[in-house]
């Protein structure tokens, strides 16, 4: 429910700077996992 309205009160162009922004820093976070598995 929460993210039904989180979709409809956000701009497209906002939510998807925010989806990018989460993938970017998935991504950062992998990278420094893979360079230092402990």
Request: no cysteine; hydrophobic share 40%.
């Amino acid at each position: 429910v929460y993210l039904n309205i989180y979709k409809w009160q956000t701009p497209p162009l906002l939510r998807l700077a925010a989806e990018t922004y989460l993938l970017f820093l998935l991504n950062v976070i992998k990278k420094d996992q893979e360079r230092d598995p402990s």
